[in-house]
């Protein structure tokens, strides 16, 4: 596959479709949110807050991603009667586990048959249909131990009905070169628009249209899963009652920074982009679930950024 940016591609395709984004309804029935937006006082160890998840719920948000990596407190691996449990409560509080943030190293090398087989068994028991992986792998050894573990992992994923999707940050041709050598949606990459915006110092390349159809045409095609949220020029500050945490510029809810949120979902739109839409935010962001919970009206509104008019390519080139 070629690594070169179809970006005229993609604005034909947002051409095609009238600049269209999805539908409020389309988009309430696929909103989600992680379990990062809901910890008690920023501490992954001390569990999913009650009082945020019925919030996260009344804004919108149905569907769950649990972070296995923080811990037993998210997500009891091993533990079946505790993973019952853990689906039931979702279940009653309106909610699903839709996806799991792995536990697992970042290289794949490291990752041990066994250990794998407990997180894919305790994600089928939930019911959980999106295991999101780091994946970090550049040299040509890396690469192959990389592809002979995805293999083992599509094979186990396999009879639960268990997507696979890689994480990643700007251009996101590497990897989606890596996932085309697989069935998609089955395996594919996650774009995290906190990691993708805010990776170019004081610029967030989602913001400006012509920027943020370039960026997302780099995915070609190949996303199954989503990690989004807003990025700020300036760092904002997290204020917190026990901790002093640094300011940070990504990660926080729609609206909060200068994401061209309008132009992101034409390019989703446009590629059929097949998963839900789940949003990853700071607990310290206090109107977290206020701007969740409108923000598919706002985006059916126009009121989060300028669309593209898909008359030309950025700049003029397709690079």
């Not at 990062?36 to 945020?52: E, I, K």
Request: hydrophobic share 40%; proline share 6%.
């Amino acid at each position: 596959m070629s690594l070169r940016r179809p970006t005229k591609a993609l604005i034909a395709a947002i051409a095609e479709r009238d600049g269209a984004v999805p539908d409020e309804q389309e988009i309430r029935d696929r909103l989600g949110i992680s379990t990062m937006s809901l910890m008690t006082d920023s501490d992954p160890q001390r569990g999913v807050d009650a009082a945020a998840l019925v919030r996260a719920v009344a804004a919108g948000a149905r569907k769950i991603e649990v972070g296995a990596d923080f811990g037993p407190s998210h997500f009891p691996i091993g533990d079946e009667r505790a993973l019952e449990r853990l689906s039931t409560w979702y279940t009653q509080h309106g909610a699903e586990i839709y996806s799991v943030h792995s536990p697992l190293a970042r290289v794949p090398r490291a990752w041990d048959d066994d250990e794998v087989a407990r997180l894919i068994d305790a994600m089928a028991i939930v019911k959980a249909k999106v295991l999101l992986l780091h994946y970090v792998f550049t040299e040509r050894d890396e690469w192959e131990a990389a592809m002979a573990t995805m293999e083992r992992l599509v094979e186990r994923c396999a009879p639960h009905d268990i997507r696979l999707s890689i994480e990643t940050d700007t251009d996101m041709s590497f990897d989606a070169g890596f996932a085309d050598f697989f069935d998609f949606p089955r395996v594919g990459i996650c774009c995290d628009t906190g990691h993708t915006g805010a990776f170019f110092g004081n610029l967030n390349v989602l913001a400006e249209a012509g920027n943020a159809v370039a960026t997302m045409a780099t995915a070609h095609h190949k996303l199954n899963h989503l990690h989004l949220s807003d990025v700020s020029i300036e760092p904002l500050p997290r204020p917190h009652a026990t901790q002093t945490l640094k300011p940070r510029r990504d990660h926080w809810s729609p609206g909060l920074g200068c994401t061209n949120w309008t132009v992101l979902f034409q390019a989703l739109h446009a590629t059929d982009y097949p998963g839900c839409f789940m949003f990853e935010i700071w607990t310290e962001d206090e109107r977290r679930f206020d701007n969740l919970a409108t923000f598919p009206q706002r985006l059916a509104a126009g009121e989060l950024g300028r669309g593209f008019p898909g008359a030309a390519s950025p700049g003029g080139s397709d690079r």
